[in-house]
């Protein structure tokens, strides 16, 4: 979904119909391009993806992947929901909705809520809270009771499916995962369930918790005199790149909260399906779409004959493809293996930190001096690295992927793409590199 974001004119790339040679000479590199447009183009689509297939559907915008105040103003104008996992971020969320003079709600999940935290959301009347654990319940509880407030709160689920950790880096929906509250009892939800291969990715719990228990905290919240609870919260991970993933994630939840809601006399009327949904960083069809995964959500839903009000938290598909980091080449040089490195004035450590946590690909195009379409070549044997002496400090490899049109040369601009998300809030002066600026390109 980038493509449409960058046009090549009279030899130069071009991003969001600006020239990114002149971008980058006025405000100097490396820099973070926003296109404004293709934030906005984004949420629709998320918003149409879900919405075709469950109706009562919302998107809530996951402020942790980036919460740069200039993207989160125009988020603002298309989201009313944000998902906040910090007081910084609440207090964020407070500043737009006063500048902007709109009720924006929160949805607070972080795993561990400061008094200061939980006293400044329940200052805002439609702030949900969501339960992580037994200790969370009490210490929530603790807190509406001294200021007599009664907040809304979703329960935190973890379904403990099987996932492949070594692929999906950031799944969150396994039986250790560190968020939420595990189901302990699957007998149940394996009898209700119509796959016959269950037993095989819903496996038997090692060891049942006699507190943090999905259960135990559905039934402890519904029994509060301090307490409003509304429905669950579950979170598959960030970036997950498998069908099946979503497909068992939202039929074993989906059943669940069938079977708590029944124990609670109807009181569960939302279902938070965290985040998860993926982007094509390397455009070539590798993950499942929109499409898939909300039509999936949709027939699990359907199948155990419930109609909660769905939301949908995502932070990286809106924001991924909306932006690219603009570098330079300072300085090219030899390497003895017939290749050829150029060192870039950004850095892995602070500036693209999931290439080290993720090993993660990121898409680069020359900007500047492009050769005429007969002239092109394919040149795979650069290496792009970091300013810094670390080692670490480098792209990812992949020649069949990464191509430039030339040879580089010193002072040649990159375009790294789908840069969005998880880069900006991972900004540091590591080894005394200055701090990107962030430029955001408004909708003509």
Known sequence: MTDDLFQIKNNKLYFDGRDIEKLAKQHGTPVYLFSERKLKENIEYIQKS???????SEIAYSLKNNSLSEV????????LQF?????????????ISKEKNLELNAIVTNIYKS??????SLERSETILAIDSFQDLENIERVAREIKKKPKVLIRVNPGIKMDNTKEIFASA???????SIINNIDEIKKRSSDPTISIWLLDRTSKPEFDSAENLVLRTSESKHLDLIGIHCHLGSQITQLEYFERFFEVISIFYKIMNEQVNGELKILDFGGGYPVDYLSDGSVPTLKSISKSLANNLNKVNINPKVIIESGRFITATAATLISQVKITKESSSNRKIAILDMSVY????????????YDCALVNDLPDKESEKQVTNWDLVGVTNDALDQF???????????????NDFIAIKNTGAYTICFNSKYAGKPIPKKVIIPVK
Not at 50 to 56: E, P, R
Not at 72 to 79: E, M, S, V
Not at 396 to 410: C, P, Q, V
């Open 50 to 56: 879900f919405q075709k297939n469950w109706t009562n």
């Open 396 to 410: 990812i490899s992949s020649n069949s992927k990464r191509l430039f049109t030339r040879e580089l040369k010193t």
């Open 72 to 79: 989160c103003n125009i988020i603002a104008d298309k989201l």
């Open 350 to 361: 602070s500036d693209l930190l999931d290439i080290l946590v993720a090993k993660w690909f």
């Open 115 to 120: 008094d200061e935290l939980i006293k400044k």
């Open 83 to 95: 998902e906040v996992s910090s007081l910084a971020e609440l207090q964020l969320l407070e500043k």
């Open 174 to 180: 396994f039986p250790d995962a560190k968020c939420a």
